[in-house]
């Protein structure tokens, strides 16, 4: 009777402690917007009555703490019992234990407070041994997931679980999981409803920037792949974190120029289309005289499949096809379109080597000198 008595007095307290919650929360907002003294009141209150109902070794008959406790959890018909969270009273079937490691991104998932554990270690063991309150599952993260969008914080703490977890086992579950997560993962950047909002499914991303890579000089303020994972996230993990915990690869000079040279990107920004903006097809142009060096031969024949055929340089006469543009040195007439970059800058060593792989002419074709002097 006694731990009747005992479970109908926390009942009681715990019932009134999830109407001052309920009430605190506003309508369609999630419960874990509480205001934080408040939240903290009713944490310490209902952590009160769970100290007050913890049920210590009695004597000299140890067998009355024992009956007491028994007839306490008795009351838990389908093994349930109101308990406090972070997301207020819930069941302690839907309340994890703690996850410092999670906790950066599950927070909707009703967790049950750290100050308990520390405070109420011996109703918190009693719990976990009749299995009433378990550690966060996998199918925990991937509801959550699934529930709502990530911040850009959240998504970093994401990511930065999920190397930890490839780290300690690398298992062909660990992939399903892989998949079943990057499907579910959704980030949002932006103002919420406003014009820079912006939605990425971390399930359609291929590559990343590594910084310590020629791959760092592709410049962050001009158009870039929606397949690429933001850098702002990327910078904060080695790249061999990135590549050995994800189906992610390196963003090369080849992929970022196919994307630059798309003629739907070409025409979102006129000051980013290399056919018109001599300033933007100088940077271009300058990026892979940097990178050059560093290009096998078929990546060199991808630049040249992108700018081959497209009036990306800047010359005299206005924006050329490589192969109808000419080195300054070729100039024997006054009207032929000469490589003029807008910087002033000379078109000498990699850059040099560039355009001539481009096309760009360092005489002029005898046909064209016969029809002039005809």
């Not at 070794?57 to 028994?70: D, I, N, Q």
């Not at 750290?114 to 925990?140: Q, W």
């Not at 919420?192 to 962050?220: M, V, Y």
Request: glycine share 6%.
């Amino acid at each position: 009777m006694g731990g009747l008595l005992a479970r109908a007095a926390y009942e009681l307290e715990l019932h009134d402690v999830k109407l001052l919650w309920e009430g605190a929360t506003s309508p369609g907002s999630p419960t874990t917007s509480v205001d934080q003294e408040l939240q903290a009141w009713l944490q310490s209150r209902s952590l009160h009555a769970l100290k007050f109902f913890t049920f210590y070794p009695s004597t000299p008959a140890a067998e009355v703490s024992s009956l007491l406790e028994a007839n306490f959890f008795k009351c838990a018909i389908g093994n349930k019992l109101p308990l406090m969270s972070t997301a207020g009273v819930r069941d302690a079937s839907e309340i994890r234990l703690p996850n410092s490691t999670l906790s950066g991104f599950l927070r909707h998932l009703p967790v049950l407070p750290e100050e308990f554990l520390t405070d109420a270690p011996a109703m918190v063991t009693s719990l976990e041994n009749r299995g009433m309150i378990k550690s966060v599952t996998f199918a925990d993260i991937l509801k959550e997931l699934q529930s709502r969008p990530l911040v850009e914080d959240e998504v970093i703490a994401f990511l930065a679980w999920w190397i930890g977890v490839s780290k300690q086992q690398d298992t062909t579950s660990n992939l399903t999981h892989r998949a079943e997560l990057l499907d579910a993962a959704v980030l949002t950047t932006g103002k919420t409803g406003g014009a820079d909002e912006k939605i990425i499914a971390l399930g359609s991303l291929q590559t990343f920037i590594n910084s310590r890579t020629i791959s760092s000089i592709i410049p962050l303020d001009g158009p870039l792949p929606d397949h690429l994972l933001p850098v702002t996230i990327s910078k904060h993990f080695p790249s061999s974190d990135i590549s050995s915990a994800f189906p992610w690869v390196e963003l090369s000079i080849p992929k970022w120029l196919e994307h630059v040279c798309n003629p739907k990107v070409r025409s979102a920004n006129v000051n980013q289309d290399l056919t018109i903006s001599p300033i933007w097809a100088e940077r271009v142009l300058t990026i892979l005289a940097r990178a050059w060096t560093t290009l096998s031969a078929p990546a060199k024949g991808d630049v040249f499949s992108h700018l081959g055929a497209i009036a990306c340089i800047p010359t005299s006469s206005g924006m050329r096809i490589p192969d109808q543009s000419y080195f300054p040195q070729a100039n024997i007439f006054n009207d032929l379109p000469v490589v003029t970059l807008p910087s002033g800058a000379m078109a000498k060593g990699s850059l040099e080597r560039v355009l001539q792989a481009l096309g760009v002419r360092k005489h002029v074709e005898l046909q064209i000198m016969f029809n002039r002097f005809s």
